[in-house]
């Protein structure tokens, strides 16, 4: 993602722009505060907290017990009382031991409470492979949680993102769930150097195009703009949407880009049974099937757990090569 | 009964005013089985048979503004805060004028305004919240206390053990109210713990705990005040437990395959409401006429309060999905 360097921007990583924003908002508001295994002394198992403990101090940068349960239900507490927590568990593969309480307090006491009770709490977490730290460390779990009534899942995949989804989750009176990818962190560009807040609730055009839309998020955003480039060498213009929130997703803008491109390919690092993809594949059809010129096509995760070895890895989830392919195949030129 | 602690407060009035809670919540109770079989009230529902003297021993001790976590067996808990009876069988009717609009049901009272945060039905799901609302508190220097209730089968879930490390660890000011009463569904305590003491395990975490007598309102009341009040003086968790029993099943479809007759005969000779209106007469500390009084006030209550809940109205199917999320403010600020 270089860019020749343009006026009024810093050059920055994925992970100083959510350091921003974490900075950023623990200076707004007293009330916010950082809380998750090893996110103060450490500074961050991705160094993406690395610093705060020393410039707020142990009762802000809360370093936890590994008890993803506890804390996580403890934010959900602390939210309650009015104090806004950003929880930090270190992967999705162990918000699993805190999805009791994310699903099943978090979600559910606004609706249960008749409205008395709202949980402001936002939650971070890493997803995502190509790390080669094997299947307990790799997966994209993100669609399941999109799953879910009463929280929101966003994926920010660009700098600009990554800096601002934060503010605005903090903001909202319910839980947000927010799923930074492995493989953004050290990811390098410009990035406006007054950025801030952006909306959460829509999703983005990254490249236009007239003869296919890609429809991806988080990881595979950046795959499949590599994918959109080599397509475009052989005359195809493909459209590139990122979702950005996974729930509620923006049914409008994936619509209106269909409508005008007839075909769509779905990229997500999801396993295929039961994911994101299918739910958008379905909405699709159900929307705009009088639109679509050819089957919708996906890419996803193999139905395996992630493997350790590269070239298995690397096999497993989406890669540009799949992704060219399967919009040929939908345009009937493979 | 134990009544050396805390003399002043023993007077016949507050006596009398113990004895009246627990009635309330008896006969509340008894007519809640009653609308049962009628089919007035669905669903799941946990009576409190033979524990009303953990509730009404506690829940006075503390003020307005402290907090109050609970669990599916909450009902004696609600009418003891103040939550209208109205509004509690209102909910267990699932009318919409219920404490939590009717979207809950018997398992998840909630009320705002008395600090009540439920009504939680998984066992153990309310200490990470009860953890995470004393954090808020601690980090405002507010001096509240919260107040969690949770059961003997509770004790073996990750998330009490989560919980009581964090308060400890982080010096909240949670009272950790433990109802021992001896089973957990059709589980005794001997069969699930190996150490059956339970508040030796919160010593374990450098917690101050003690045991109680359960069945003896004085007891826990006079506990519950040294208790409350060393929260309150030190900002730490306290774990107390209350020795109790129920009388009745599980609930209303528990056949009690797992116990005895004889045994539940034995505990009914410790039930508290008889224990306390023994105590009383023995004393000629009561008259016959202000039992009748107050069996009568009570009776009216409940009479008023299945008036208000068949009276009240169900919520419209149009407004299904409400509450799944805010609504949206009508000041358009954002
Ligand atoms: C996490 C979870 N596991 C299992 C259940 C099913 N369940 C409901 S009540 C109960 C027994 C709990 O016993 P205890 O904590 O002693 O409370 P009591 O019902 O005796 O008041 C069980 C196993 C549940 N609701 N939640």
């Known amino acids: 993602m270089s860019q020749p360097s343009q006026p009024g921007t810093v050059e920055t990583t994925y992970r100083d722009a959510v350091r ?43 370093d936890t017990p590994l008890s993803e349960s506890g804390f996580t239900g403890a934010g959900i507490g602390a939210a309650m009382a009015g104090m806004r927590p950003i929880v930090e568990l270190m992967t999705v593969n162990f918000s699993l031991l805190a999805l009791d309480q994310i699903l ?42 999109a799953h879910i009534p009463g929280i929101k899942v966003l994926a920010p995949a660009t700098l600009e993102d990554a800096r601002g989804m934060l503010w605005t989750a903090l903001e909202q009176p319910d839980p947000v769930l927010i799923f930074e990818n492995v493989m953004l962190y050290n990811m390098t560009g410009r990035l406006a150097a007054d950025a801030g807040a952006v909306e959460i609730d829509k999703a983005a055009v990254r490249r236009a195009g007239r003869d296919i839309s890609l429809i991806t998020y988080g990881g595979s955003l950046w795959k499949t703009l590599e994918a959109a480039a080599a397509l475009a060498g052989d005359k195809i213009e493909a459209e590139v949407i990122d979702l950005r929130s996974l729930r509620p997703l923006d049914d409008a803008a994936i619509m209106a880009s269909v409508a005008k491109t007839r075909r769509a390919v779905i990229v ?20 705009a099937f009088w639109e679509l010129d050819a089957p919708i096509r996906r890419v996803c995760s193999a139905e395996v757990p992630i493997p350790y070895p590269r070239h298995l890895e690397e096999a497993a989830i989406p890669q540009v090569p799949r992704i060219v392919a399967a919009a040929k195949a939908a345009l009937g030129r493979e | 009964m134990t009544i050396a602690a805390d003399k002043p407060r023993l007077s016949r009035e507050h006596m009398l005013e113990l004895l ?8 509340f109770e008894d007519k809640c089985a009653e609308l049962y079989t009628q089919e007035k009230i669905r669903g799941f529902l946990h009576l409190y048979d033979g524990e009303e003297a953990v509730a009404v021993g506690v829940i006075p001790v503390l003020e307005s503004r ?31 004028e219920g404490c939590s609009h009717g979207r809950g049901g018997s398992m998840h009272l909630f009320d705002r305004a008395k600090n009540f945060y439920g009504g939680n039905a998984i066992v153990g799901g309310g ?204 000041t358009a600020n954002r």
């Not at chain 2, 009246?20 to 006969?27: A, D, N």
């Open chain 1, 20 to 62: 921003e924003a974490i900075r950023e908002a623990l200076h707004r508001d007293p009330a916010v505060f950082l809380m998750g295994e090893d996110v103060g002394r450490y500074g961050g198992c991705y160094a993406v907290s690395k610093g705060l403990l020393a410039e707020f101090g142990p009762d802000r940068i809360r």
């Open chain 1, 104 to 145: 099943n307090t978090a979600a559910t006491i606004r609706h249960m409470s008749g409205n008395q009770f709202g949980v402001p709490l936002v939650i971070r977490m890493a997803t995502g492979a190509g790390r080669q730290v094997a299947a307990q460390h790799s997966h994209s779990l993100e669609g399941w949680y």
């Open chain 1, 268 to 287: 997500d690092e999801g396993w295929r049974s039961g994911s994101l993809s299918a739910e958008i594949g379905m909405r699709i059809v159900e929307q």
């Open chain 2, 20 to 27: 009246r809670q627990m009635i309330r919540i008896r006969r």
């Open chain 2, 66 to 96: 402290d907090r109050i976590v609970a669990t599916y067996r909450e009902h004696g808990q609600a009418l003891v805060r103040g939550v209208p009876m109205t509004a509690a069988l209102a909910e267990m009717f699932g009318k919409q």
């Open chain 2, 127 to 330: 200490l990470p919240l009860a953890v995470g609302l004393a954090l808020a508190d601690h980090m405002r220097g507010a001096g509240i206390v919260t107040a969690c209730f949770f059961g003997d089968g509770a004790v073996a879930e990750g998330e009490f053990h989560e919980s009581l490390n964090l308060a400890a660890l982080w010096g909240l000011p949670v009272l950790f109210v433990c109802e021992n009463n001896l089973y957990a569904m059709g589980t005794a305590l001997a069969l699930s713990e190996s150490e059956t003491d339970l508040q030796r395990k919160a010593a374990c975490y450098r917690i101050a705990a003690e045991a109680v007598d359960g069945m003896d309102v004085v007891a826990v009341e006079a506990a519950a005040r040294r208790a409350v009040h060393q929260v309150r003086e030190t900002g730490k968790p306290y774990f107390l437990e209350c020795r109790t029993y129920r009388l009745r099943a599980h609930s209303m479809f528990d056949a009690q395959l797992y116990r005895d007759k004889a045994e539940v005969e034995t505990w009914r000779q410790k039930d508290p409401i008889l224990r306390l209106t023994t105590w009383l007469e023995s004393n000629h500390l009561i008259h016959a006429d202000e039992l009748a009084r107050i069996e009568a006030g009570v009776a009216a209550e409940i009479a008023d309060a299945v008036a208000f809940a068949e009276a009240a109205s169900w919520e419209p199917i149009g407004q299904l999905t409400r509450f799944t999320y805010a609504e949206p403010v009508a």
